[in-house]
């Protein structure tokens, strides 16, 4: 894996996920979008990890957007070949664990669409975030006309596409794009104390969880309803929910084992 990515398994099931290249704000190439790729798969096999975070190097950047280097020479439809063949944020949103992006800086263009990608958002105050690719002449390509939208509404996502325009992560918080910004000194226990707290939970409720909840993007409500008491109804084999139920009774903390 490149070393422009780090991957380190913490206490509690919880694993953290570094983009590394702290002299480029963090910016995505494709060594680590290929690095994500094979770490995600690592990850999702990994019995003993339960919860991913995202976070950038350094104290300035989330991701900073794609390096745009690598946008100079490229023809459309290589591009486009590209854009198919691997999708990093496909990938991030169908991973069957929830996904925490710890925003401490600079996130901008990809870097806010990888976000988006995640389950859940964290930011620092200090952050800023907005899809500036209208400065290039582009607009958003990797979800940012999509998955925006589904966040804060059409209207901010019109003004933040349109105007590329930054806004701080207490301004994300208020509309939606992040559920919650926090002083930079507290954005790192915040986000481990939410990572535990989720841990704590049956890893096959969670990715129950997970699945029905993006479904409702998809599905007409009668067929999300449908979707969604099929899992709660198959969840009842499992040994996680005989102990989740005893664990209520005998008045203790549940002991969850994925089981």
Known sequence: MSDALLVEKLDGHIAKITINRPDKLNALNKAVRQGMFEALEDLAGDDDVRVVIITGAGEKSFIAGADISEFKDARPVEQYRSMQSGNIYVALETFPKPVIAMINGFCLGGGCELAMACDMRVAS?????????INLGLIPGAGGTQRLPRLVGEGWAMRLVMSGELISGEKAAEIGLVEVA???????????????????????????????????????????LKFERGWFSLLFSTDDMAEGVGAFLEKRKPEFTGS
């Open 125 to 133: 105050t200090k952050a800023k975030l907005g899809q500036p690719e």
């Open 182 to 224: 926090v002083e930079p000194d507290e954005l790192e226990a915040h986000v481990m104390t939410l990572a535990s707290n989720i841990a704590g939970r049956s890893p096959m409720a969670l990715q129950a969880a997970k699945e029905s909840i993006l479904a409702a993007r998809r599905m007409p409500l009668d067929e999300g």
